[in-house]
């Protein structure tokens, strides 16, 4: 708060607020302030402060007299005196100072610190004084006042009365006294719950309020409430002016800052607010980041912690916390004070519970005619017995409700976290290999734990799996194989152990809500401890000190001894013992972590989670303020480089082992999670050091000024009718321009999805990503060094031209895989697209003569019917976003005698993204030749840059099958026993497509319809042996042989609908349309015993053919056989015109 000045206009009342250090290794210690005023009685500083008071009303009248009338008016308003609440008259007023008496403790001990230090204060403004001298009082509590033992409580003396403090037991969540019904009542129960998402997902989370105890609560609770994790980043509830350069801070953290006297939202300059939570405490509003997902049965939890404050009576919205009041002030009707030993001692007996039914009906009595009886003020500020009873009762209430509160939340983590043990990944065979190859050992399998979770609950998992305290928890468990688990999560795992016991649910997985059970068990020790101390310090006693110094002296603090107080005196064995036993306390903890491991290792994996030292971010030096920064500097080149690594291990591992064109096996909603994680470390990179912003995202605003900058200098577009192979005129007369930041920039601006800036910004970075431009459209915007210099303090990371580089080259290593993530994720947008009908090179001349139209079909939906213009052999076109494309309608509508081609392909080209997909065909196009087809089904595949003429290789439209003549047929029968196995792996394909989750599931038709596909796996089986007596062996097609049994009911009205159906899409059409109805209809398993028993099937194929093969045929049925268990939804481009 600082030093302070006040008159006896102003509030004189006595604050109290804390704070909280946190060390290197993230232990913390906790002070406790309690601020009061005293009169001042030098001359000299009543003088001079009467003399600042004159100087500053002159240089006031001076401002306002240079200002315009309309500036003079806005300050009419403004105290004459700036922070002061009226004028000060040396002759008139009393001048008052602030003192401040604090406590440090090692644990967050605060009802007691806040009532020793309050007894103390009372102390000074009695008028009586103290028994013993205040030394006594604070030597006391220094030397001879122990930490209670674990899951025992403690009573030790004040100036006025006894004071109980206590610790949780080892079964037990940790201590947290601070009093979270307070935190949930100032900002509602919604609101809580959205600020300890962001914590829980490692926002920046920024607390704002006129009231340092506020700040200090709303922190405490939100760090109490993470429990089995650990807040990893900055923790600094309190952040003193001089510390606000750690608002740039490119790193998630919990701060806290005062608000000043009418300042405002709009004053702060936040260069972070991507990813901000602002907690305006006072004002009750928590603005979280944008798409911020749902804690896991969201409603459920609110509901509960609703009901859990109605039992104690606290109010549920945010609002003014009505507490007890503890000034000297009181206006409870009470009896005189008893001050009596006698008294006391009943009342200490009462809490120890050594009181038998006669003493307490009689204390009993004694209270109820102390609170009937009128007896006003209390002598010398000092509490009434009712008065002592009510504080004792609220303190238990508050105690109490922590605990259910907690228990609340720590029964969510466990039910969702109950058999995280099970994806534990235990690779390394000691700690060392497992410290040196940290960073590239993954130590829990993420996508398998989603795998299993309610849909509902993992966007917030996704995302809560990659922060710093998942990880960190994880490592702490890999860690356990060497060494003694952390007391947290140790207390974590022996709950759900005990969970496991009593568990009657044996669906592991299942995702309803249960309430927590265990609320008033846990109150109830807590409940025990606070009513009946265990152990009781030693009374405050005399010292050897120096006679008549510190007398006392009313309403002011006397000068202490500071010889007294510097050491502790061996006054007797027992405070001998108890200083004897704090010393070595951090001995015994330091050997018990020596067990299984070293504790340098330990230590050394404490300093690798967290980067930075709390220590140095303190010092305000301009010096550590310059190394700060490197080291943020320093920590978002590490992370970038990190992240980078991360995405393509993930990406490039899977797509190894993908099957066609299959999608890797990493779920659509991890890779999100990846790319937002990547989008936050580009927030907080380009905000870090920022000193001129636009809106709320600090990259936007950088390209919004570049484009500015731009806007000035760059010459005037070549005109629409230009040949440049980077504009596109489209039918509509708009022009496209390909491949620049600031064409990129102008299409996400046009989008019609109504983005914010930072919707803008991270749109912008998905369609960088997805074209495989992200690090050279950043390296162009870092060019232009004037604007990056206007923009960006000297200590900004984006000035640090080494860690720039080394940046861009980490994010240029994303362009060796394929993304999709613009594509899948802004899926309203209208996208323009190009395609190009390629047919063979030799006919080429043949396209003259045909009118040949496309549908362009994917994840999303489908073009439509698009005619390809006269005399050309390309369109372009503009549609709804059709996702990632899967196949190609292509037809023609056979005018003319002429009206045949040969095609080679078709390439569809994304103009926006710069995708290209080949449409492999390789057939003919028209009546009488090849299979007489007017139209085809193409199966597509998405081609790198520069790989067209690898494309379709192995997802593509499948080649023609010519039939077997007869000096292949010898060749053929040497090649059954590989087109069985053909016929299995396509088959297990389609299993494993099944039985991976929905979001990971490739392609369904590339699978069916494509290359290595169960239909030309099945034409192959069908074509083995066929034998054919055509003149000049002609192709013969499987349809021809289908078409000629009559089988079953079904397989007629089949084969009978495909014939009608008025689409021309050949036999090759028919017989693909054929096989996938009867996957479709659980039908094709049934069939193929059928046509093998046919008599024209003798007739038909070779005695070696796999169709007469009556093992081979079972085995093919079996195999088929298992698809039966599936649902197969086929794409309206395959059964389009069957009414099946």
Not at 184 to 193: A, C, H, K, Q, R
Not at 558 to 585: C, F, H, I, M, Y
Not at 928 to 940: A, F, N
Not at 1116 to 1122: E, K, Q
Request: one cysteine or more; glycine letters at 8%; charged letters at 20%.
């Amino acid at each position: 708060m600082g030093l302070s000045f006040r008159t006896q206009a102003d509030r004189l009342d006595p604050q109290f607020h804390s704070f909280t250090m946190s060390s290197d290794d993230g232990t913390r210690s906790y002070g406790f302030v309690h601020t009061f005023y005293e009169e001042v009685t030098s001359p000299q500083i009543i003088t001079a402060m009467y003399t600042l008071y004159q100087m500053h009303h002159v240089d006031m009248d001076s401002l306002v007299s240079s200002l315009d009338e309309s500036d003079a008016e806005s300050l009419a308003g403004v105290p004459v005196c700036l922070g002061c609440a009226g004028s000060f008259d040396a002759a008139r007023d009393t001048l008052y100072v602030s003192k401040a008496l604090c406590l440090l403790t090692p644990l967050p001990f605060l009802q007691a610190s806040r009532q020793f230090l309050s007894q103390l204060h009372q102390a000074v403004t009695s008028h009586t004084a103290p028994p013993l001298p205040l030394e006594s009082y604070i030597h006391n509590i220094l030397y001879e006042v122990p930490l209670p033992p674990p899951g025992r409580s403690l009573r030790f003396h004040g100036v006025q009365g006894p004071i109980m403090c206590q610790r949780p037991g080892p079964g037990e969540l940790p201590l947290g006294e601070y009093p979270l019904g307070e935190a949930f009542s100032l900002l509602g129960v919604d609101n809580m719950v959205q600020l300890l998402t962001c914590a829980f997902l490692e926002t920046q989370v920024l607390l704002y309020s006129q009231d340092y105890q506020r700040l200090m609560t709303v922190a405490e609770g939100v760090t109490t409430l993470l429990f089995p994790f650990q807040w990893q980043h900055i923790y600094l509830p309190i952040v003193s002016t001089p510390l606000h350069h750690l608002l740039d801070a490119p790193v998630p953290f919990l701060m806290g800052i005062q608000r000043r006297d009418g300042a405002q939202r709009t004053s702060l300059h936040l260069p972070h607010e991507a990813n901000l939570c602002f907690v305006d405490i006072d004002n009750h509003c928590v603005e979280a980041p944008e798409d911020l997902p749902l804690f896991p049965h969201q409603t459920e939890l609110i509901q509960e912690l609703t009901e859990v404050l109605l039992r104690f009576g606290l109010p549920l919205q945010g609002g003014v916390i009505t507490k007890p009041t503890t000034t000297t002030s009181t206006t409870t009707s009470t009896s005189p004070r008893m001050s009596s030993l006698v008294l006391e001692d009943l009342m200490e007996d009462r809490r120890n519970g050594n009181l038998g039914g006669e003493e307490l009906a009689v204390l009993e009595r004694l209270q109820a005619l102390a609170r009937r009886c009128e007896g006003g003020k209390m002598p010398d500020g000092g509490k009434t017995l009712g008065h002592v009873f009510e504080e004792e009762e609220e303190e238990l209430k508050a105690a109490k409700l922590n605990i259910q509160l907690r228990e609340v939340f720590a029964g969510r983590f466990a039910a969702m976290f109950g058999r995280y043990e099970e994806f534990v990944i235990h690779s390394a065979l000691d700690l060392d290999s497992w410290l040196s190859n940290r960073e590239g050992t993954f130590s829990f399998d993420k996508g398998s734990f989603l795998s299993v979770q309610p849909a509902t609950h993992l966007r917030f998992l996704s995302r809560f799996l990659e922060t710093s305290m998942f990880s960190s928890f994880v490592d702490g468990k890999v860690i356990s194989r060497w060494a003694d688990r952390e007391p947290m999560q140790q207390l974590f795992d022996n709950r759900l152990e005990k969970e496991r016991l009593y568990d009657t649910d044996k669906d592991s997985h299942n995702c309803h809500y249960r309430k927590c059970t265990a609320l008033f068990e846990s109150a109830q020790a807590t409940e025990h401890r606070l009513l009946k101390a265990d152990h009781t310090a030693i009374h405050p006693h005399l010292l050897d000190m120096r006679i008549g110094q510190g007398r006392h002296q009313p309403g002011y603090f006397p000068k202490l001894q500071a010889d007294v107080l510097a050491q502790g005196q061996n006054t007797n064995k027992w405070s001998s013992r108890v200083t004897a036993s704090r010393r070595t306390e951090p001995k015994r903890s330091a050997m018990a972590d020596h067990s299984g491991v070293d504790n340098e290792q330990r230590q050394k994996h404490t300093f690798m989670r967290r980067s930075l030292r709390q220590s140095k971010l303190l010092d305000p030096s301009p010096q550590a303020i310059t190394q700060t920064h490197r080291e943020f500097a320093d920590g978002l080149l590490s992370e970038c480089r990190l992240k980078t690594k991360r995405m393509l291990m993930e990406r490039m591992g899977r797509e190894s082992v993908e099957l066609g064109q299959g999608e890797a096996n990493i779920t659509g909603l991890q890779e999100n999670t990846l790319i937002h994680g990547l989008c936050d470390l580009l927030e907080r990179t380009w905000g870090h050091g920022l000193q001129l912003k636009q809106g709320k995202s600090a990259l936007w605003s950088h390209l919004l000024h570049y484009q500015a900058a731009q806007g000035k200098t760059e010459a005037p577009a070549e005109s629409p009718g230009s040949n440049s192979s980077d504009q596109r005129l489209f039918d509509d007369g708009a022009l496209l321009l390909r491949g620049s930041l600031i064409q990129d920039m102008r299409f996400i601006q046009t989008m019609s999805e109504g983005l914010s800036e930072v919707g803008q910004a991270r749109a912008w970075i998905h369609l960088a990503l997805e074209k495989k431009m992200l690090s050279q459209h950043l390296k162009e915007l870092l060019t232009n060094q004037e604007l990056l210099r206007q923009l960006y303090k000297p200590h900004a990371f984006l000035l640090c031209e080494e860690e720039r580089e080394q940046f861009l080259f980490h994010l240029l290593s994303l362009n060796t895989v394929d993304y999709l993530c613009f594509t899948r994720v802004f899926t309203s947008i209208s996208i323009p697209y190009r395609v190009v009908i390629i047919p063979m090179k030799k006919l080429s001349i043949a396209m003259a003569t045909v009118n040949p139209w496309v549908c362009v079909s994917g994840e999303l939906g489908d073009s439509g019917v698009r005619q390809i213009p006269k005399n050309t052999q390309e369109i372009f076109f503009q549609c709804k976003n059709l996702g990632r494309l899967s196949t190609l309608q292509l037809g023609q509508e056979n005018s003319g005698l002429l009206a045949k081609c040969l095609i080679d392909c078709v390439m569809v080209y994304n103009e926006i993204t710069g995708h290209t997909y080949k449409f492999p065909c390789g057939r003919w196009l028209g009546k009488g030749v090849g299979d007489g087809s007017l139209e085809r089904v193409l199966i597509g595949q998405l081609v790198s840059p520069g790989g067209e003429d690898d494309a379709g290789r192995w997802t593509g439209t499948p080649p023609e099958l010519a039939s077997p003549s007869q000096s292949v047929r010898t060749v053929l029968g040497s090649l059954g026993s590989r087109i069985q196995e053909d016929m299995r792996e396509a088959a297990n394909n389609l299993v494993k497509h099944f039985h991976k989750p929905e979001q990971e599931r490739g392609n369904l038709t590339v699978l069916l319809c494509g290359e290595g596909g169960l239909v030309l796996s099945l034409e192959k089986f069908l074509l083995h042996g066929f034998r054919s007596n055509r003149l000049f062996q002609r192709n013969v097609f499987v349809w021809d042989f289908v078409g000629m049994v009559h089988l079953v009911t079904r397989c007629v009205t089949t084969s009978t609908a495909i014939n009608a159906s008025p689409r021309n899409i050949g036999k090759e059409g028919k017989f693909q349309l054929f096989v996938c109805l009867g996957i479709r209809d659980r039908l094709l398993s049934q069939w193929l015993p059928l046509l093998a028993e046919c008599p024209l099937t003798a007739r038909t194929y070779d005695e070696g053919a796999l169709l007469r093969d009556r093992a081979a045929v079972h085995s093919l049925s079996r195999i088929l056989h298992t698809l039966n268990d599936f649902t197969v939804t086929l794409e309206m481009a395959l059964v389009k015109g069957v009414d099946l």
